[in-house]
């Protein structure tokens, strides 16, 4: 079972950037496909992005051009490159890992991303 712990959330300004990472442990990331959820206030979780254990990656067309997933095995961990930030990207971030053979997901406890002037 893999525990996952995010980091890098904070306060920026329209037009800044952040990088969120998501540490993990107890598990090889190698093996899942992870991804980056947010969910804003009165607002359901949604995908932001994915990377598969193959380096396949999909993104919401919000983000895209703007926001870069990748892992690092060797750190075992997964990042989140946030560019161009715009307020409507504010929300919690969540890490998550699925394992495809089992079905099974894990989350983080999420980060919060706020962007304001």
């Known amino acids: 079972q893999v525990q996952l712990a995010e980091s890098g959330g904070g306060l920026v300004q329209p037009g800044g950037s952040l990088r969120l990472s998501c540490a993990a442990s107890?598990?090889?990331?190698?093996?899942?496909?992870m991804g980056w959820y947010r969910q804003a206030p009165g607002k359901q979780r949604e995908l932001v992005a994915a990377?598969?254990?193959?380096?396949?990656?999909n993104y919401a067309d919000s983000v895209k051009g703007r926001f870069t997933i990748s892992t690092d095995n060797a750190k075992n961990t997964a990042y989140l490159e946030m560019n161009n930030l715009k307020p409507e990207d504010t929300a919690v971030y969540y890490c998550?890992?699925?394992?495809?053979?089992?079905?099974?997901?894990?989350w983080g406890q999420g980060t919060q991303v706020t962007v304001s002037s």
């Open positions: 107890g598990s090889s990331i190698s093996i899942y496909t």
């Open positions: 998550n890992a699925y394992f495809r053979f089992r079905d099974k997901n894990y």
């Open positions: 990377i598969t254990s193959g380096g396949n990656t």
